[in-house]
């Protein structure tokens, strides 16, 4: 029945290769980005590249890289577009998980940057990637359609205060109370979503999508950031430390507010599904094209750490 | 005989009343940028604006919008790149205040960002900062000369991990520690002279300068960013508390490595005036449009606090 709802997804896709392949371009770019470990002052470089190197699954530079191919360009173009979004989501992980934010220990299965390096450079750590980001899509070239302070402003507003920022903010404020769902869902809008919506985007964008297409990446990114979200919420309540290669259980311990917790475990995996479920049919005007993207939505839904 | 030095410097010019009219302009124009303090969720929008509304002395939008007066321009054109380094100069001051690194109570005579809003808000205040920074620099017009992604790279390069926070890693590491001289230069150039040389050239380029006059800009930027922290420097050894609106002689406290520290206070004055003159000199082919840009670097000279 999967098959005849999401008719482009082959059953043959090969996503486990395909986001090797990403990895690996993904890595050398980001590489070829990032100063030396040994650029003066070293500290700070090695510090940047112990959390962009420490083994993340690339996410959102697959989906920016497979939005690019759904709308017929090539990874190429949509790379630094995909590097720039992972030094947003490394920066992003590297301060909420300082102590005075999450307080978290263990990240990807590694210790956090604060607890290898110190509070003070892991702040600036996160900085300077966040600059980074900026630095890499200021050089990208232009499209007919779209310049790169297109690009910037998208990324901006998807990482500022409106919602990135204010999604870890909300998520702040919300600790160790009882919010409703709406509430909720708003902190899972801002904090993730966004990125992920901005990721699809700027992937369409670099290789000079309509904008038709960009509505369609939009609609597409929304729904799979949101749905992407709840299934971390369920993951931290279902599995184990040792399988998702962080604290887990820690949302429950700190009373946090979490989908699981507000909807039920059932009603929050139908959800998660309802609205992979519209990042599907939001896929349907670039038919073949979009199989990576497919591939990648259904591996969210499925994922199990 | 300074008159003959530096003969575009009239003794009429009102710097005070200048300085002011900056103020007025930029404080307009950064609380358009930013979001209304009420803004959702308005924790953060209130602690952005705490610290950008702090009393600054707007001493980077000042010599932006006056070298983009010395290129023949106005200061609407400019507007963006003035509150854009504003943005970056606050944030980079909420997190140089944090306990993990400069440990600050007090700037500008007001509790640090930190001290009113907790660590955890002050970081992504900062944060939310930088990235505004960007967002309001991608919605400038472009220039025939120069497009706003040359602004972005040129504003990103200047506060990355090889400029500013190079400076401020340095700084770190520093502390409690003797240093030679050259170390302690590579820390203000990093640290203060780029941001500030980073701002005359974003005033001349907003207003379409051409090659040389950016070269000139940037000979100006350089030398007066170093001028004015080394008299930092000297200030925090001279100078009370209360005056200063910061903890002085913090400095000194926490074996910081400074100026007169290194080279005695005679010398450090010196030293000061030297990089100023050549400061001058970089001005001479803006000639009487340079006015403002003289003044603000008399000013830098002769500050007393």
């Known amino acids: 029945m999967r098959s005849n709802r999401h008719p482009s997804v082959s059953k043959s896709f090969d996503l ?12 050398s770019a980001l590489d070829g980005f990032l100063p030396a470990e040994k650029t003066k002052p070293a500290t700070i470089h090695k510090a940047m590249r112990y959390s962009i190197f420490a083994g993340g699954k690339r996410m959102r530079p697959a989906i920016c890289l497979a939005a690019a191919e759904a709308c017929g360009g090539e990874w190429k173009d949509a790379m630094a577009a995909a590097c720039a979004i992972e030094c947003i989501h490394t920066y992003s992980l590297i301060h909420d998980d300082l102590p005075a934010m999450d307080n978290d220990d263990f990240r990807r299965g590694k210790p956090t940057n604060h607890k290898v390096f110190g509070e003070g450079i892991a ?20 499209r007919s359609r779209h310049s790169p302070s297109d690009f910037i402003l998208d990324l901006a507003r998807a990482s500022g ?25 708003y902190i899972h809008e801002q904090k993730t979503s966004a990125l992920l919506c901005c990721s699809v985007r700027l992937g369409g964008m670099s290789v000079n999508c ?3 297409q960009l509505r369609a990446l939009t609609e597409f990114g929304y729904n799979v950031g949101l749905a992407f979200q709840i299934i971390d919420d369920i993951l931290d309540v279902t599995q184990t430390t040792e399988k998702l290669g962080k604290t887990a259980g820690k949302d429950t311990t700190s009373k946090k507010a979490t989908y699981p917790a507000l909807l039920g475990l059932e009603k929050s995996r139908k959800e998660a599904s309802r609205l992979t479920d519209r990042a599907f049919a939001a896929l349907k005007p670039f038919k073949k094209r979009a199989a990576a993207l497919n591939a990648l939505a259904e591996y969210l839904l499925k994922r199990d750490h």
Do not use: H, M
């Not at 996160?126 to 600059?131: F, N, R």
């Not at 409106?162 to 909720?184: F, H, M, R, S």
């Open 16 to 27: 486990s290769g395909y986001i090797s392949r990403v990895c690996r371009s993904v890595d």
């Open 123 to 142: 702040i600036l750590a996160g900085d300077a990637l966040l600059t980074q980001a900026f630095e890499i899509l200021a050089a990208a070239p232009r």
């Open 161 to 185: 205060s409106l919602q990135l920022i204010a999604g870890q903010v909300a998520d702040l404020e919300a600790e160790g109370k009882t919010i409703p769902i709406a509430d909720l869902r």
């Open 210 to 212: 309509t904008a038709s």
